[in-house]
Nanobody, 123 residues
């Protein structure tokens, strides 16, 4: 059974940092494109960051320079380092995997999803 399990969410003050982790199991994800999405209350799930099998990365504009996505294929884990957090970053963050070898930003291209982890940034 394929599983993606996120961890590392929590409550942090504006300007603070969090590091999210996504542990994958059930298959090898080393050649997959991995990504983070987020969904705030009352809003659609949106793309945050993606990383290809060969570590090419791409970010949504309003997290560039603050968030960093990375992966450790030996551990089948992908990370999202979030610095300089803002209240508007508050959302449930989801890890996702796509059977592709290029960066992908479209939600419908991802076939495996985690259950999400809550990130709350207070002002």
């Amino acid at each position: 059974q394929v599983q993606l399990i996120e961890s590392g969410g929590g409550l942090v003050q504006a300007g603070g940092s969090l590091r999210l982790s996504c542990a994958a199991s059930g298959r090898t994800f080393s050649t997959d494109t991995m990504a983070w999405f987020r969904q705030a209350p009352g809003k659609e799930r949106e793309f945050v960051a993606t990383i290809s099998w060969n570590d090419y990365t791409y970010y949504r504009d309003n997290v560039k320079g603050r968030f960093t996505i990375s992966r450790d294929n030996a551990k089948n884990t992908v990370y999202l380092q979030m610095n300089s957090l803002k209240p508007e970053d508050t959302a449930v963050y989801y890890c996702a995997a796509a059977r592709a070898m290029r960066v992908i930003t479209g939600r419908n291209d991802y076939i495996y999803w985690g259950q999400g982890t809550q990130v709350t940034v207070s002002s």
